[in-house]
């Protein structure tokens, strides 16, 4: 009975209805894209962190990994150190540098890695085999398309560039061994990787035993952070990240959109609540005389309450199954809007939908949409019947 | 008791990484914290070193205080004293980023890098865009290893990221504006139809459909402009609390959140726009019922 009552009150204003619904689908949209951003961020960066299975990170005391090109001396001996170390049960190194392929256009440059395979947690083998011996390399689509190379060809590639002779330096000619996909850089981004020994070879003096980054694979039965405190504390050129401490730098530098997230889903979620308390209000305030009358012929204040409470309710779900199609929708949307970041690595999603907080956002929603009615709610129940009656009645 | 110019800074042994003007990491000891002895003992007269303001507040340093700057934790530096404290600039690509930043003469860096007599760049001043075109293409037609740009096109090139950053905003715009659109029409819709008595009563003694159209327009113009006033105090207020709250976190003196007399234009604008558009919706909505049904008989 109760949902008769509230059905019919909501159908008698059809456009009102629809318009109230599309009012809170809109603020339900918004507020399930901005709780997918603000975890999807975190949890997308974590996915990419853990996906080549290292769990603590050492490079350069003070900088983050490759965020500029500081690097450790006496890697061999720093290697030595880490591997004696209770709980690691892989140790992963890794050089960072810029290549230039010299083609008849002009040089092409590349982000380049010098790792040793089988242990690197870098790239994803697509074709060929990795580059183990001496004198192979691996690259990635955007740079066999760049120098228009295919598997198993040769390539000039060259550590440096001195500006003043315009000549390339630590050149060297090495077999294309596979075509790979890298975890960290962005999709347009050239990239090859090379044993590392090779890459610190045509790096000269500048590279010789030098290192940018070493991924450590911990037991799982070990402490990680007890190992990540014990290295920052031992060594003091060298810094260790495990995947927390990274996702805290991670997430320091992307707060801007963590606390945009939190403003525009605190402000709709205001806004989906004004929006049903006026829409509920208004239908209250019309519905006087009527309310005025069940309650003359006995119908108690209860009831009154559910039945307006209940139209609150229907208009926050019916927007929120709306909102959350069309949040669906607009997150695609401003995710790739958010994708073009420059060199930001192609695995990463800003909005990232997970069940749990996406129907927490929602419910939320709907619990703002009860709360909403109850104010108009109250007001029904306390109708004064005999002044409203005769008010009505006049009018 | 009188201050020791060489400060003993125990909040923390360890070194900073900072970036300084080049590339290269630099680390900044605390005179007595530091983990290696300068290369040469310090000269009569230090060279000076300006701090981001950032790091003195940080780490307690004066104005005066010796720091041994080194290429590398570890490593032999330079002993400097710190002469002024610089505040970062309003520059939106260091927003997020916690380093600190030094300034240096340009041989004190060089020989602490070890960058023999060399530099990542040189800034050269004209006198207006038509010098600014003749130096690049006399510098690029001349220079050996050089290779000059106009200081707009890399403005462009790094600023790529803020582009994305103002289309991610701009798509967030053009989701509340339709949500703001949907909620005017509703509250028009509202509004008008609480009047549907009134407006049968004037139809009835004889106004005219477009009387009554004009009257709700009218009204819906100025619950817009009314509304759109109060609107452009709150979002002042908002930028406000906008600005203070990321300038405290961020410690930079950028200005997040701008209100500008174009974006107050074009909020009232497209407010009034939205309510007029809201109000004829709904007054045409209501002349066409019959003033005998809007009385519900």
Redesign the interface.
């Known amino acids: 009975m109760i949902g008769v009552l509230a059905a019919a009150s909501l159908l008698r204003?059809r456009?009102?209805t629809a318009?109230?619904v599309?009012?809170v689908a809109?603020?339900a949209?918004?507020v399930l894209d901005m709780v997918m951003l603000s975890t999807g961020m975190r949890e997308s960066f974590r996915s990419l962190l853990e996906r080549g299975g290292f769990q603590v990170r050492v490079g350069?005391?003070?900088?983050m990994p490759f965020d500029?090109?500081?690097t450790v001396g006496g890697g061999a001996g720093l290697l030595d150190t880490l591997r004696a170390i209770r709980g690691i049960t892989m140790v992963a190194p890794v050089l960072g540098a810029t290549l230039h392929a010299p083609q008849p256009g002009g040089a092409v440059a590349a982000f380049a890695l010098g790792v040793i395979a089988g242990s690197q947690g870098d790239y994803v083998l697509q074709e060929g085999h990795e580059a183990v011996a001496d004198g192979e390399v691996v690259l990635n689509d955007p740079m066999l398309a760049a120098v228009r190379r295919r598997v198993g060809d040769t390539l000039t590639l060259a550590t440096g560039y001195?500006?003043?002779?315009?000549t390339f330096s630590g050149g060297r000619t090495l077999r294309i061994a596979g075509r790979v996909r890298f975890r960290y850089l962005a999709a347009d981004q050239r990239g090859a990787a090379l044993p590392l020994a090779t890459l610190q070879a045509m790096g000269g003096d500048a590279r010789r035993d030098r290192l940018s980054l070493v991924m450590l694979r911990v037991d799982p039965a070990a402490d990680v952070e007890a190992i990540r405190a014990g290295i920052d504390a031992a060594l003091?050129?060298v810094s260790a990240l495990s995947t927390a401490t990274a996702l805290q730098q991670a997430e320091?530098?992307?707060?801007?959109f963590r606390?945009l997230a939190f403003?525009?889903g605190s402000i709709?979620l205001v806004?989906g609540f004004?929006?049903v308390t006026?829409?509920v209000t208004?239908s209250v305030?019309?519905r006087v005389g009527e309310i005025a009358v069940m309650r003359a012929i006995g119908v108690s204040r209860r009831h009154v309450v559910q039945q307006v409470v209940l139209e609150g309710l229907v208009l926050s779900l019916a927007g929120s199954a709306g909102g959350l199609a069309l949040g669906l929708v607009?997150a695609r949307?401003?995710d790739s809007?958010?994708a073009?970041?420059?060199g930001l690595p192609e695995s990463v999603d800003f909005f990232l939908f997970q069940s749990i907080p996406a129907l927490a956002a929602l419910g939320m929603l709907v619990l703002t949409g009860l709360a909403a009615g109850a104010i108009p709610a109250w007001r029904a129940a306390t109708l004064p019947v005999a002044a409203t009656l005769r008010r009505e009645a006049v009018? | 008791m009188p201050r020791s110019p060489i400060r003993s800074l125990s909040f923390r042994a360890?070194?900073?990484?900072?970036?300084a003007l080049s590339?290269?990491?630099l680390?900044v000891l605390p005179a007595r914290a530091q983990?290696a002895p300068p290369a040469a003992p310090p000269p009569a007269r230090h060279a000076t070193i300006a701090l981001d303001a950032r790091l003195a507040t940080d780490a307690g340093i004066r104005l005066g205080d010796l720091v041994v700057v080194a290429a590398?934790?570890?490593i032999p530096g330079d002993t400097l004293r710190v002469a002024a404290f610089v505040r970062r600039g309003a520059d939106p690509s260091e927003?997020?980023?916690?380093?600190y930043r030094v300034r240096m003469h340009l041989a004190d860096l060089q020989r602490v890098l070890g960058y023999g007599d060399r530099v990542d760049r040189f800034a050269i001043a004209t006198r207006d865009s038509a010098a600014t075109t003749r130096a690049i293409a006399g510098i690029n037609a001349a220079a050996?290893?050089?290779r000059a740009h106009r200081s707009r096109d890399i403005a462009i090139e790094t600023s790529?990221?803020f582009a994305?950053i103002s289309?991610?905003h701009k798509?967030?715009g053009v989701?509340?504006i339709?949500?703001s659109a949907?909620?005017l029409?509703?509250?028009m819709?509202?509004k008008v139809?609480?009047r549907r008595?009134d407006v049968a009563a004037l139809r009835l003694v004889g106004l005219s459909a477009a009387s009554v159209v004009r009257a709700v327009v009218i009204e819906a113009a100025l619950v817009s402009v009314i509304g759109s006033g109060a609107g452009v105090v709150l979002g002042a207020v908002a930028s406000r609390l906008?600005n203070a709250?990321?300038q405290q976190?961020y410690r930079t003196p950028l200005t997040f959140s701008l209100v500008t007399p174009g974006i107050v234009g074009f909020a009232v604008a497209l407010s009034v726009v939205l309510g007029l558009a809201a109000g004829v919706l709904a007054a045409r909505?209501l002349v066409r019922t019959p003033p005998l049904a809007l009385l519900g008989r």
């Open positions: 204003h456009a009102r318009l109230a599309a009012g809109v603020s949209a918004m350069p005391r003070g900088a500029g090109e500081a001195d500006p003043q002779l315009r003091p050129r320091q530098r992307l707060s801007y606390q403003i525009l709709s806004v004004l929006l006026t829409i208004v305030h019309e607009t949307w401003l809007i958010l073009t970041f420059p009018a | 360890r070194s900073v990484a900072l970036p590339h290269a990491l680390a983990v590398a934790p570890g927003v997020a980023r916690a380093e050996f290893g050089f790529r990221t994305v289309r991610f798509a967030i989701i509340t339709g949500a949907i909620f029409l509703c509250i819709l509202m139809e609480e008595r906008v709250w990321y976190l909505r």
